[in-house]
């Protein structure tokens, strides 16, 4: 049994910043791939960002240079940091990783943009 479990939603003001964090009940050294989704009501899910257990990263387009992944190993955590934020942001954000044999979902955070 994984579990992740989500923390450092909210509520933040249009241009202000916010941190995530998504907690692996194991090493996060024995997943492939850790990242962040997110999704809004009536919209689909999307891929936010990701890091695999090399440390390489990947993030969507309308996230790149506004967000950082970043894992901790000694937490056995995965970061999401969150500049620049947009009413647009708002969402709920969702931690997924993955090893060779299944994907595992966290519960979810919401996090609100607005003033």
């Known amino acids: 049994q994984v579990q992740l479990v989500e923390s450092g939603g909210g509520l933040v003001q249009p241009g202000g910043s916010l941190s995530l964090s998504c907690a692996a009940s194991r090493s996060i050294l024995s997943f492939d791939a850790m990242g962040w989704y997110r999704q809004a009501p009536g919209k689909q899910r999307e891929l936010v960002a990701t890091i695999t257990s090399s440390g390489t990263t990947n993030y969507a387009d309308s996230v790149k240079g506004r967000f950082t992944i970043a894992r901790d190993n000694a937490k056995n955590t995965v970061n999401l940091e969150m500049n620049s934020l947009r009413p647009e942001d708002t969402a709920v954000y969702s931690c997924?990783?993955?090893?060779?044999?299944?994907?595992?979902w966290g519960q979810g955070t919401q996090v609100t943009v607005a003033s």
């Open positions: 997924n990783f993955r090893d060779w044999r299944k994907v595992y």
